[in-house]
């Protein structure tokens, strides 16, 4: 389940990016760079014994978000701030090529000091995605391999 869920975010991940053309260069890095941090993320969660999502979860998951690296700062007032890919599944079951999301927040109170932290986000219902995406109705574009 795990794979397939890999395979849409390293291939279609780096096949977006190639369809972007030339553009930026630096820009492009980027993204491909996000793109395989969020693969390893994935691989590293289902290797460990006691954090892994299971299978059950995933067979029913709508959409699945990966965002590695989230910073968390804070003095008193904090802030927090990740970038990321989201994966949706289309009525056929095939998943659709990631699209690129950032999670910002902040916060005020007693707080003190910094923490980085992968995030992985498994949606089970379609209105749980339009909620993140901020877009009713979202429809995929379909993962071809």
Same mark, same amino acid.
Request: charged share 15%.
């Given at each position: 389940?795990? $794979? %397939?869920?890999?395979? +849409?975010?390293? !291939?279609?991940?780096?096949?977006?990016?190639?369809?972007?053309?030339?553009?930026?260069?630096?820009?492009?890095? &980027?993204?491909?760079? &996000?793109?395989?941090?969020?693969?390893?993320?994935?691989?590293?969660?289902? =290797?460990? #014994? *006691?954090?892994?999502? #299971?299978?059950?979860?995933?067979?029913?998951?709508?959409?699945?978000?990966?965002? #590695?690296?989230?910073? =968390?700062?804070?003095?008193? %007032?904090?802030?927090?701030?990740?970038?990321?890919?989201?994966?949706?599944?289309?009525?056929?079951?095939?998943? $659709? *090529? /990631? !699209?690129?999301?950032?999670?910002?927040?902040? +916060?005020?109170?007693?707080?003190?000091? !910094?923490? +980085? @932290?992968?995030?992985?986000?498994?949606? @089970?219902? &379609? $209105? $749980?995605?339009?909620?993140?995406?901020?877009?009713?109705?979202?429809? #995929? &574009? /379909?993962? @071809? +391999?």
């Amino acid at each position: 389940m795990i $794979s %397939a869920i890999q395979r +849409s975010f390293a !291939v279609g991940g780096l096949a977006a990016l190639a369809a972007l053309g030339a553009a930026s260069a630096f820009a492009g890095n &980027r993204e491909e760079a &996000r793109v395989l941090t969020a693969t390893q993320v994935l691989e590293e969660m289902q =290797k460990m #014994p *006691d954090q892994f999502a #299971p299978d059950w979860l995933l067979a029913r998951a709508y959409g699945i978000a990966v965002i #590695p690296n989230v910073i =968390k700062v804070g003095f008193f %007032a904090g802030g927090r701030r990740g970038q990321g890919l989201l994966s949706v599944r289309d009525q056929s079951g095939r998943w $659709s *090529d /990631p !699209v690129f999301v950032s999670l910002t927040g902040g +916060s005020f109170g007693w707080q003190a000091g !910094v923490q +980085s @932290t992968d995030i992985i986000l498994v949606f @089970t219902t &379609r $209105s $749980s995605v339009d909620g993140i995406t901020g877009i009713a109705g979202y429809r #995929p &574009r /379909p993962w @071809t +391999s």
